[in-house]
């Protein structure tokens, strides 16, 4: 038997660090955005008795993983032990400690064996413990970092619907909302299981159950074609305004209709509305520039007119490149840079503006209790790099070299138009206005955002 232990302070108490465990969306919450993890059954919470069920990939395959929890004391343990799974045992124990009245230390205590016996013992030890203390020392942060930042942001729960919340930022969201003690209901296409806690909508044929939209404290949106699917033809660009467009108007005044509005709805842009600016600095109050995703962003704030001539405060969140290795910019850099033939792209010389994918939630939760914040809000963190130096920090966090730069004509090669905008054009934003209204950021270097997202 092999022992893993991890023990950190937490400034909160033990029973709400107990509580945000216990709340729905804590494994997804606390799953690194660099494993995959998919639930596939879930019966209970975390009680005697509670089940889950959940593939995870192991090499080429995926492999089954069920765990059922007991030993549940409230406010200061539980156990999981897994049922069926890669292991020949695991027992999992996580205990929440009183340090005062406003602390306490949690410990996350495994007890493991590997198949195959002494070889299983030899051979995998290593790479097993390895893997948990960079997977704990994220659960941990993650604990202590949300547990603060919903301290921030008291008050009474509130009863949000999220639009996109499948797509790589709504799937965050929806978590970190419900492990702070808020509810959430999603905004989806179809509900083959049932599920309540949804809301059935269809933007392209313009229907919404706007009943069940009645008394919702906000709605955040960030439903849309990815601008990055496919090469930009005239048929992919028409599909990604209207997917933009249409749903935001639905969704506006379909809210604006209500008898009982929301009183903010937050509705994701992108600082694409500002087109290739070079070198100049952009703040909220800068104009958009040119270009197809310039006007895109433009049209789809502009969507939300109805709702805010309605009373509802409405925030634009101008998102920059998110940085998570689950999705978007990041995870399609990941293959190239990780096998060392990663590099600067064109020049180089041209500004990212980036936001790590934890402060996109912190600024969300912002936006949705801030209510002295309206209209559009760069949701970037306050340092800007260039290509070039995105590239250096990058290699340095995975150790790897980056010897291989993308000319811009091989760029334009391979995406067309979409080259111009999305991978050349320069982008300098900073985030004024949340740091006006006190916004603190998690991770406001490029080294440390990386590192902790990829674990490194």
Known sequence: MTEFVKRSRIDAPAEEVFRWHARPGALERLTPPWTK??????????????????????????????????????????????????????EHTHRFEPDGASASYLEDRIVYELPLGVLGRSVGDPFVHAMLEQMF????????????????YGGAPLHVAVTGATGLVGSALVPFLTTGGHRVTRLVRSNPKGDDGTVLWNPATGS?????????????HLAGESVAGARWTDTVKARILESRTRGTTLLAETLARLRQPPQVLVS??????????????????SAGGTGFLAAVCQEWEAATQVAEAAGIRVVHLRVGIVLS???????????????????????????????????LLGAVLHALRTETLRGPVNAV?????????FTRVLGHVLRRPTLFPVPAVAARLAFGEGADEMLLASTRVEPERLQTTHYTFRHAELKAALRHVLGR
Request: net charge negative; hydrophobic share 45%; with cysteine.
């Open 37 to 90: 993890l998919d639930v596939i059954e879930r019966t209970g919470g975390i009680e005697n008795g509670a089940r889950v069920a959940f593939k995870i990939p192991v090499g080429p395959i995926h492999v089954r993983w069920v765990a059922e929890h007991c030993d549940y004391a409230e406010g200061r343990q539980f156990r999981d032990v897994q049922v069926e799974g890669p292991f020949t045992r695991w």
């Open 137 to 152: 020392a994220y659960r941990h942060a993650i604990t202590a970092q949300d547990l603060a930042v919903h301290a921030v």
């Open 208 to 220: 919404i159950d706007a009943a069940a939209l009645e008394g919702v404290d906000a709605v955040v």
């Open 268 to 285: 994701a842009s992108a600082i694409g509305y500002y087109g290739n600016r070079g070198d100049a600095v952009l703040r909220e109050d």
């Open 325 to 359: 290795p689950a999705g978007g910019a990041l995870k399609a850099m990941l293959v190239p840079f990780t096998l060392g033939a990663g590099g600067r792209i064109g020049s180089g010389t041209q500004y990212m503006s980036w936001i790590a994918i934890d402060d």
């Open 381 to 389: 963190a306050p340092n800007a790099v260039t290509n070039a130096e």
